[in-house]
């Protein structure tokens, strides 16, 4: 599959960059540390490793930026949360973050459902491994380790709820990170973002 790393969306006081392809980045640099694994959670795969390697990669940008509230992040003494629709998924991360040390938020819930009111415009960095394969559309939300990966049509069933809810949440110097397939057509959810005039959006290609 062609994976595009990182889709970097950025309010408009900042820049905006697409992170191209898995083929074209470098060797794999991440080391994602796991302790606990459940049959219905989707282990760290080739996705979630170019998505910490293009992270470490702009680790100079992101604590310049000095996020004090992230969704699914950990980055210079910024407050975290992380959110999952499947409760296995969760179990597993609290299990292997306990093992880490690390204390943060774990929330069973539809991407930010319940939150996106109390947090609007408070998150500086949201950072999301969506379900972006494209599959029929009975697949998607139908509970298990599928939950992960089915993307619908185009992949962007999921995609395209991320979207506007990041747009509630993203603080005046806020930036979205996700993980993309060429199939999800990247170019088209940045003119998207950019016609809501809340986002600059730029497509970048290494």
């Known amino acids: 599959m062609d994976i595009s790393i990182s889709l970097r969306l950025i309010k408009p006081s900042q820049a ?3 992170v191209a392809k898995l083929s074209k980045m470098p060797s794999r640099t991440a080391q994602i540390r796991f302790v606990s694994s459940h049959p219905e959670v989707y282990e760290p795969c080739d996705d979630s490793f ?3 390697d293009a ?3 702009d680790r100079t940008n992101l604590l310049e930026h000095r996020p004090t509230l992230s969704m699914e992040l950990e980055a210079n003494g910024a407050y975290y949360i992380a959110t999952d ?3 296995h998924a969760v179990k597993v991360t609290r299990e292997t973050l306990d093992v880490h040390g690390v204390d943060a938020p774990l929330i069973t819930t ?3 459902s319940g939150l996106a009111r109390r947090l609007a415009g408070l998150v500086d960095v949201i950072i999301v491994n969506p379900p972006y394969v494209p599959t029929p559309a009975e697949e998607v939300g139908r509970g298990g380790i599928a939950t992960a990966w089915a993307g619908g049509e185009n992949g962007r069933s999921v995609i395209d709820k991320i979207l506007p809810i990041a747009d509630i949440l993203l603080s005046d110097k806020g930036w979205l990170s996700m993980v993309t397939l060429t199939a999800n057509n990247s170019s088209d959810i940045c003119r998207q973002m950019d016609k809501r005039d809340i ?3 730029r497509s ?3």
């Open 85 to 87: 629709i499947n409760p």
């Open 55 to 57: 992270l470490l990669a």
């Open 110 to 112: 539809d991407i930010a």
């Open 204 to 206: 970048d290609k290494i």
């Open 16 to 18: 905006f960059y697409l």
């Open 199 to 201: 986002v600059r959006a």
């Open 50 to 52: 170019a998505l910490v």
